[in-house]
């Protein structure tokens, strides 16, 4: 069975930084598009990052330079470092697979930032 499992949120201050890692199981990880999305309460999930199977990655607009995607094929994980974090930034953080028509997605941790 396909599933992905997120961990590393936290609460953190503005300005701080925070690593998510999402572990893949039960499919080719390093054949699927990674990403991660984010929900903050009240509004619409919302894109955030992708790293495709060429290592290719891209960002939605207000992360760029902040944040960066990675992944290790070798352990199945897709990581997000999250500097210089922002209170608009606090969510829950979802990581999300794709291949073809096929997605996958986690449970989602909680990131909370505040002072």
């Known amino acids: 069975q396909a599933q992905l499992v997120e961990s590393g949120g936290g609460l953190v201050q503005p300005g701080g930084s925070l690593r998510l890692s999402c572990a893949g199981s039960g499919f080719t990880f390093r054949n699927y598009v990674m990403s991660w999305y984010r929900q903050a309460p009240g509004k619409e999930r919302e894109w955030v990052a992708l790293i495709g199977p060429a290592l290719n990655t891209n960002y939605e607009g207000s992360v760029k330079g902040r944040f960066t995607i990675s992944k290790d094929n070798a352990k199945n994980t897709v990581y997000l470092q999250m500097n210089s974090l922002k209170v608009e930034d606090a969510a829950v953080y979802y990581c999300?697979?794709?291949?073809?028509?096929?997605?996958?997605w986690g449970q989602g941790t909680l990131v909370t930032v505040s002072s």
């Open positions: 999300s697979a794709a291949f073809g028509s096929m997605r996958i």
